[in-house]
């Protein structure tokens, strides 16, 4: 028998659901209105209970989920984050809560806590997210958390860093519907800096149709020289296997600029797929990942960037079992005496 049962909205490619499973808990729901997204989840999960896709009809009738202990949700982090914010401004759309298409999809979790009133839930999105609006949105969520769902909430941006090549901060927020002693903010991260030479393959070995092209290796070199000559950073980021990467991001297939491997003597390259399963912790250790052959090279750039690093979620869900377990074993002799 599982230790737990928890759900997995805005599942992605189920980066949240790993340290969970390894904790021994099972996924009996999962959301994820991507169709490619969810073609490279069941490749990976081999669950027995059927994606639901939008996640409104849920909120709407959270009784449609069935009974869980652990909430986990990556809620889309697009009307939250500084480039999302900067093309909705420029497009003269609302972002945040006023946009009506994502930025309420917090709420939609909300909906679903408030209905099931799991012992835990752990959500993750953007280091902006604090910031945005001058930290009214950040605010907001926490008061619908703790004065109307009545959750003991605690949250902390933690960078990537320390497990994997690549500088990407998120925000995690952990809450328990009883108060613990869990505190995120006295976790002591790994004092380790992997570097890209970890996740990449040999120049040689890699298929030549992720070196870029001439015509866009000119584009990114002549857009890099004009920011430079006016004062500013813009540009791409070339790497090699001793450095550490930037944040990889959903936009990754457009032109690969955040992060190009050199290859001396030629043009630059894209890293691969299965180097970005990599350097996102999907493949890590022992743990291998596959990519559908029906997931294309752009499907599945855009999973990875939109994805969470796997093991920050293992390491959170390795701090918060003691607490959880006590939790779901004081629940259960409550029910019993009940």
């Given at each position: 028998?599982p230790?737990?049962?928890?759900?997995?909205?805005?599942?992605?490619?189920?980066?949240?659901?790993?340290?969970?499973?390894?904790?021994?808990?099972?996924?009996?729901?999962?959301?994820?209105?991507?169709?490619y997204?969810?073609?490279?989840?069941?490749?990976n999960?081999?669950?027995?209970?059927?994606?639901?896709?939008d996640?409104?009809?849920?909120?709407?009738?959270?009784?449609?989920?069935?009974?869980?202990?652990?909430?986990?949700?990556?809620?889309?982090?697009?009307?939250?984050?500084?480039?999302?914010?900067?093309?909705?401004?420029?497009?003269?759309?609302?972002?945040?809560?006023?946009?009506?298409?994502?930025?309420?999809?917090?709420?939609?979790?909300?909906?679903?806590?408030?209905?099931h009133?799991?012992t835990?839930?752990?959500?993750?999105?953007?280091?902006?997210?604090?910031?945005?609006?001058?930290?009214?949105?950040?605010a907001?969520?926490?008061?619908?958390?703790?004065?109307?769902?009545?959750?003991?909430?605690?949250?902390?941006?933690?960078?990537?860093?320390?497990?994997?090549?690549?500088?990407?901060?998120?925000?995690?927020?952990?809450?328990?519907?009883?108060?613990?002693?869990?505190?995120?903010?006295?976790?002591?991260?790994?004092?380790?800096?992997?570097?890209?030479?970890?996740?990449?393959?040999?120049?040689?070995?890699?298929?030549?149709?992720?070196?870029?092209?001439p015509r866009l290796?000119?584009?990114?070199?002549?857009?890099?020289?004009?920011?430079?000559?006016?004062?500013?950073?813009?540009?791409?980021?070339?790497?090699?296997?001793?450095?550490?990467?930037?944040?990889?991001?959903?936009?990754?297939?457009?032109?690969?600029?955040?992060?190009?491997?050199?290859?001396?003597?030629?043009r630059?390259?894209?890293?691969?797929?299965?180097e970005?399963?990599?350097?996102?912790g999907?493949?890590?250790?022992?743990?291998?990942?596959?990519?559908?052959?029906?997931?294309?090279?752009?499907?599945?750039?855009?999973?990875?960037?939109?994805?969470?690093?796997?093991?920050?979620?293992e390491?959170?869900?390795?701090?918060?079992?003691?607490?959880?377990?006590?939790?779901?074993?004081?629940?259960?002799?409550?029910?019993?005496?009940?």
């Amino acid at each position: 028998m599982p230790n737990f049962r928890f759900i997995d909205l805005f599942a992605g490619i189920g980066g949240l659901r790993i340290g969970f499973d390894n904790l021994g808990g099972q996924c009996v729901f999962t959301s994820e209105r991507d169709k490619y997204a969810r073609r490279t989840y069941q490749a990976n999960f081999r669950d027995n209970h059927p994606l639901g896709e939008d996640i409104e009809p849920y909120s709407e009738d959270p009784s449609q989920i069935p009974e869980f202990d652990v909430l986990l949700a990556g809620f889309p982090c697009q009307p939250f984050s500084i480039a999302g914010v900067s093309k909705k401004n420029s497009l003269g759309r609302p972002h945040g809560f006023l946009d009506d298409t994502q930025g309420t999809l917090f709420f939609d979790t909300a909906n679903v806590i408030r209905h099931h009133q799991p012992t835990a839930f752990v959500l993750e999105n953007v280091k902006n997210l604090e910031r945005h609006d001058k930290g009214n949105t950040f605010a907001t969520m926490m008061h619908a958390l703790e004065n109307e769902l009545g959750y003991h909430v605690q949250h902390r941006v933690i960078s990537s860093a320390p497990w994997v090549p690549q500088k990407r901060e998120r925000v995690f927020i952990v809450g328990f519907k009883n108060e613990t002693s869990f505190d995120i903010g006295k976790l002591a991260l790994p004092n380790t800096s992997p570097k890209l030479g970890s996740i990449l393959e040999p120049n040689s070995l890699v298929d030549p149709k992720y070196t870029l092209t001439p015509r866009l290796w000119d584009y990114l070199q002549g857009y890099k020289a004009k920011h430079e000559a006016k004062g500013n950073g813009f540009g791409f980021g070339l790497c090699g296997p001793d450095d550490v990467a930037r944040t990889l991001s959903a936009r990754y297939h457009k032109d690969g600029s955040e992060i190009l491997i050199a290859q001396p003597g030629h043009r630059p390259r894209r890293l691969t797929p299965q180097e970005c399963a990599r350097l996102m912790g999907f493949e890590h250790g022992e743990r291998k990942w596959v990519i559908p052959p029906d997931v294309s090279d752009t499907q599945a750039y855009r999973q990875f960037g939109n994805a969470v690093v796997v093991p920050v979620v293992e390491f959170i869900a390795d701090a918060i079992k003691p607490y959880l377990f006590a939790a779901l074993a004081q629940n259960r002799v409550s029910s019993k005496a009940a």
